[in-house]
């Protein structure tokens, strides 16, 4: 959990011992040229944040009307002339921890923005990404592929996580793939694309973009395959994984935090569990390659004008003299 996780998480907690009823708000920092509140709405236990914009643009939040978890609301702001109230609140109870967190990204998003306008675009665009968030963890869960993908990606987490010198929160930072990001992790200098495969041809990956295995941004791009064995008895399910994990993280708080905020934000919810435990996982094998020199993949710049969203599968097995030690890829990961 951030400082500023804290803080909203504090700010809730300092209005929750208000005795009269209605919505109380908190600054949630007063030296910006405009206002975030922290919002606590007394008896109902709705905790939210609510941004403060020009009633001079108009904004369409009919998308997200009926949302099961999520009440957005837009209204006159009595405290200032011209001006309306962006609000978003959680509206059922589930761990207020994880909703503090995914406040934080949408205000971390938002705070140097200088423009109203985009301003408000980041906002509704994160809210169109909540919105997808909690609508899968009211359905019926991840699917197969995505709970394949979520395992190859924890199982790669546990080995920074236990392999580098990395702080845990440091670790978690770098878990982009979350986010829906071109590659799973992502440093400074560095990228992991995560491929888990558990196919009768485990040799070959499929590749989302042409710019996912492109290494012209980074010093070093890896491609890390995972294959594994799926069956209904044998091995570890998802939730063994991610308790594992919880277990490494124990004695970090913040860090635990974090990390069950980005599960949720994959769609991962305990409430549902029970939906993954007749899969279990086990490791077939696991490789690294380095993607540079003539590495088997399509690049951006080698494109045709008006040629994109390229998809396309690599061999892996004419691959090998591209295959680096974990070692190597831990170093310059702890290099940040």
Sequence with gaps: MTENNYHILELWEEMEQSPQKGLYKKLFKSDKPFHIYVTYQHPDRFYGITFVISDTLRIDISAFENLKDLRVSLFPDTAFNQSNLLSIQLVTPFNKDIFAALCDNVIQSVIDITTEKKRVRTIINQMEKWKSMFEKINSDGLSTAEQQGLYGELHFLQKILTKSKLQPSDVLHTWVGVDKALRDFQGTSWAVEVKTTATSNPQEVKISSERQ??????????????SVEVSKANGQTLCDKIEVIRQILSSDVPALTAFNAKLFEAGYADAQANLYKDRFYQIRFEKLYKIDKAFPRIKENELRDGVGN??????????????????????DIQGL
């Design 213 to 226: 295995l492109d290494e012209s941004l980074f010093e070093s791009l890896y491609l890390y395959h995972c």
């Design 310 to 331: 390229v998809t396309y599968s690599i061999v892996l097995s004419m691959c090998d003299d591209y295959l680096v030690p974990e070692n190597q890829v831990i170093t």
